[in-house]
């Protein structure tokens, strides 16, 4: 056990499906990330919530939404996503200080059909 | 802008030999350095970190890093490695203005034979 929980740990869904990714973290952290690890490309940063307030969005599409309801809760809203999606989402969290570094959960594997 | 460069994207090496992983970066300001480990099927795992002092960092699992600022580098090594040491390696920087931003490098996929 990381700190960091994802569910589910597998999703596979269709292309007109909505699904949400959880992530939650009772570390007592205050910034939240969301990450795409695609086979064969470097780790994607996609969102960043600092005290529940997105600061980065880095490009992603709007068919990825994500939600912080508070500091220890992160979801990624998914719809009409593409087969291109299918890849490992994972979550991490961080206490907002350098030398902690960042908790990463074990990841959500979706494949998109 | 920061960048990180793992110059091998896999490294095969039979049990108890050393290993050399590779990590290169470039930032114009000054920078904090991480190695992860991902074990498959598992999210990433802190290896160890360089922050300031000694160059020479110690981590987890007998492995090490050094920081080679004229050359921006921050190689991880191990004197001997275990089949359980098989996994994929990821070197993050982290510049210091960056708002406790990460930046990975793409990976390296280290394949411990027997």
């Known amino acids: 056990e990381t700190g960091v929980t994802q569910t589910p740990r597998h999703l596979v869904m269709g292309m007109t499906n909505k699904k949400s990714l959880k992530c939650e973290q009772h570390?007592?952290?205050?910034?939240m990330y969301w990450y795409k690890q695609s086979a064969k490309k470097p780790l994607e940063l996609m969102f960043v919530?600092?005290?529940?307030?997105?600061?980065e969005n880095n490009s992603v599409p709007s068919r990825f939404s994500p939600e912080c309801p508070n500091s220890s809760h992160l979801f990624l809203h998914l719809h009409t996503l593409q087969p291109e999606d299918s890849a490992l989402y994972l979550c991490?969290?961080?206490?907002?200080?350098?030398?902690?570094?960042?908790?990463f959960g074990s990841g959500t594997r979706l494949t998109v059909v | 802008a920061q960048s990180v460069t793992q110059l091998d994207s896999q490294v095969p090496v039979f049990e108890e030999a050393p290993v050399e992983l590779r990590c290169n970066y470039s930032?114009?300001?000054?920078?904090?350095l991480f190695w992860y480990v991902q074990y498959p099927n598992q999210g990433l795992q802190l290896l160890l970190k360089?922050?300031?002092?000694?160059?020479l960092v110690k981590g987890i699992n007998g492995f090490e890093a050094e920081f080679n600022k004229s050359q921006t580098s921050f190689h991880l090594r191990k004197p001997s490695v275990h089949i359980s040491d098989t996994a994929e390696y990821f070197c993050?920087?982290?510049?210091?203005?960056?708002?406790?931003?990460?930046?990975f490098g793409g990976g390296t996929r280290l394949m411990v034979k027997p």
């Open positions: 360089y922050l300031s002092g000694s160059t």
């Open positions: 993050a920087v982290m510049e210091n203005n960056a708002g406790n931003m990460l930046t």
């Open positions: 930032s114009s300001v000054s920078v904090y």
């Open positions: 919530y600092n005290f529940k307030e997105q600061t």
């Open positions: 570390l007592g952290h205050n910034a």
């Open positions: 991490a969290s961080s206490q907002g200080r350098i030398d902690y570094g960042y908790t």
